[in-house]
């Protein structure tokens, strides 16, 4: 069991929390960590670069000049990919580089991502980061008190439309709400500051 400190709103500590591990998969999988970190990656790709192929380019059909009694090397068409202005070989073409990984696979990553940063040292859990008004100042005076050096991802229990807008103008800052977490948002960001209820959902945390 890991227990872990439950901090208030103003940053002091109210509470404590245990999350067991086996709950989280028992041990961090760093291969299918490395998996899913490179799937979310892919599917992020545009896949839109392209280039001409000498079928493509403008131009003639025609042969330069003869190929023989001229003294020059041959030569075909002045879209061959040797000579300047003419299409590229084997260039690259609008392509899907999108891949999934089987569902299991998936919760199993997000887990272990948890687990790497609870072991880490890496994770504040708070009482509540519910917004009643759009407000960037108090959200930003709750991660100085928290002692946060970095970038750091904000999950809550349900969505909060006033706490997304309190922190988009903050630098390295994210929210995300429990049930879309993914293993590449944890470990993009270098601290988790989560909510109770939030931590509750997805570890099945105890007081």
């Not at 040797?82 to 609008?94: E, L, N, W, Y």
């Not at 590449?184 to 959902?201: D, G, N, P, S, T």
């Amino acid at each position: 069991m890991i227990e872990i400190p439950v901090f208030g709103k103003t940053g002091e500590e109210t509470s404590s929390i245990q999350v067991d591990e086996e709950k989280l998969g028992g041990k961090v999988h760093m291969k299918l960590l490395k998996q899913s970190v490179m799937m979310y990656e892919a599917n992020l790709r545009q896949g839109t670069a392209s280039s001409k192929s000498r079928s493509e380019v403008a131009g003639s059909n025609r042969k330069l000049y003869a190929q023989k009694h001229t003294g020059n090397a041959r030569m075909g068409m002045n879209r061959t990919p040797s000579r300047r202005g003419g299409g590229k070989a084997f260039g690259p073409k609008p392509r899907d580089f999108g891949w999934q990984m089987p569902r299991k696979a998936l919760r199993l990553a997000t887990r272990s991502a948890l687990l790497a940063k609870f072991k880490d040292g890496e994770v504040k859990v708070v009482e509540t980061l519910a917004a009643d008004e759009i407000k960037t100042k108090r959200t930003v005076e709750l991660l100085k008190t928290l002692k946060l050096d970095g970038s750091c991802l904000l999950v809550t229990a349900a969505y909060n439309r006033n706490l997304l807008l309190s922190t988009r103008n903050i630098p390295g800052a994210g929210v995300a709400v429990a049930a879309d977490l993914n293993a590449y948002e944890i470990l993009k960001h270098r601290w988790l500051v989560i909510e109770k209820e939030a931590l509750v959902r997805l570890a099945g945390a105890t007081s």
